[in-house]
T-cell receptor
Framework: EAQVTQNPRYLITVTGKKLTVTCSQN?????MSWYRQDPGLGLRQIYY???????DKGDVPEGYKVSRKEKRNFPLILESPSPNQTSLYFC??????????????FGPGTRLTVT | DAKTTQPTSMDCAEGRAANLPCNHS???????VYWYRQIHSQGPQYIIH???NNETNEMASLIITEDRKSSTLILPHATLRDTAVYYC???????????FGTGTRLQVFP
């Protein structure tokens, strides 16, 4: 089954404690992205990657890091989480438009709370 | 990058067609219009997309105006399970960037 998986699904942590949210896709997609969703603000792109070792900032990259060492994985790293990073996070993957399925597949989400 | 504007909320009777409008007046020639929906806090689900021609699939139809400044998503026979937030999005060719607006909350009632 084609899917994007994220772990953990729920996480409560404290300010400053480094954490990693993993994302994996099984569709051999080139593109992967991270979004955060906050009430009243919709989904905003944090980082995206167009292929292995190629990453770029989205609209709200401050406080986050990513890496793309393998095609299937795209972890999101919070080196020093702060309460304003409390949010619902989604990972997504897709192929370039016109090169296979054009939809972006989203993971189930990770609800992060930073106290 | 183009932004989209949508009504905040809409109601639709079960079995009737739901027509969800979207304005994207600043869309560029290389930007596609995508529609997604999100049920509760689940991951957004793809519905349909198009560049300039009208499109139809098993879920919905997408009508794009000739000047591409606006579009309408049509759910031909809405069901209670179609209650969700619907996002009209533009996607730039050659990137993975999706620009989400705040969406339309569609409530389908019996």
């Amino acid at each position: 089954e084609a899917q994007v998986t994220q772990n953990p699904r729920y996480l409560i942590t404290v300010t400053g404690k480094k954490l990693t949210v993993t994302c994996s896709q099984n569709m051999n997609h080139e593109y992967m992205s991270w979004y955060r969703q906050d009430p009243g603000l919709g989904l905003r792109q944090i980082y995206y990657s167009m292929n292995v070792e190629v990453t770029d900032k989205g609209d709200v990259p401050e406080g986050y890091k990513v890496s793309r060492k393998e095609k299937r994985n795209f972890p999101l790293i919070l080196e020093s989480p702060s309460p304003n990073q409390t949010s619902l996070y989604f990972c997504a993957s897709s192929s370039p438009i016109g090169q296979g399925a054009d939809e972006q597949y989203f993971g189930p989400g990770t609800r992060l709370t930073v106290t | 990058d183009a932004k989209t504007t949508q009504p905040t909320s809409m109601d639709c009777a079960e079995g009737r067609a739901a027509n969800l409008p979207c304005n994207h007046s600043t869309i560029s020639g290389n930007e596609y219009v995508y529609w997604y929906r999100q049920i509760h806090s689940q991951g957004p689900q793809y519905i349909i997309h198009g560049l300039k021609n009208n499109e139809t699939n098993e879920m919905a139809s997408l009508i794009i105006t000739e000047d591409r400044k606006s579009s309408t998503l049509i759910l031909p026979h809405a069901t209670l399970r179609d209650t969700a937030v619907y996002y009209c999005i533009v996607r730039v060719v050659g990137t993975d960037k999706l620009i989400f607006g705040t969406g339309t909350r569609l409530q389908v009632f019996p």
